[in-house]
Nanobody
Framework: QVQLVESGGGLVEAGGALRLSCAASGRTSSIYNVAWFRRAPGMLQEFLAA????????RYQDSVKGRFTISRDNAKNSVYLQINSLEPAAWADYYC????????????????????WGQGTQVTVSS
């Protein structure tokens, strides 16, 4: 079993920056991909970024490329999402998720592929 806990959310001014953390525990050696998703009020869940362990391949939603960066710290079993140039539209609940099976690049952005989820952390943007 894998457990994920997000942290780092909060109130940030528009144009500011924030780093979200996802701490993994349990059978962390079995994790193949870790991804970040968000869900804004009244909207569907949106894929943001993912990282693949064997080759460190990363994939981003086109709309966040250049502003969001996903990274990992293997020693701490943690994955991070650096968010820069925050827009009001970034106001949402952010979730990290893990998959335990190998994937193609397209599947890395498919929420149905991920089987382990954190509880979420909220980002609120002031303008």
């Amino acid at each position: 079993q894998v457990q994920l806990v997000e942290s780092g959310g909060g109130l940030v001014e528009a144009g500011g920056a924030l780093r979200l953390s996802c701490a993994a525990s349990g059978r962390t050696s079995s994790i193949y991909n870790v991804a970040w998703f968000r869900r804004a009020p009244g909207m569907l869940q949106e894929f943001l970024a993912a990282i693949r362990w064997p080759d460190n391949y990363t994939r981003y939603q086109d709309s966040v490329k250049g502003r969001f960066t996903i990274s990992r710290d293997n020693a701490k079993n943690s994955v991070y999402l650096q968010i820069n140039s925050l827009e009001p539209a970034a106001w949402a609940d952010y979730y990290c998720a893990a998959s335990l099976l190998a994937s193609s690049a397209p599947l890395m952005g498919d929420w149905t592929f991920y089987t382990h989820w954190g509880q979420g952390t909220q980002v609120t943007v002031s303008s």
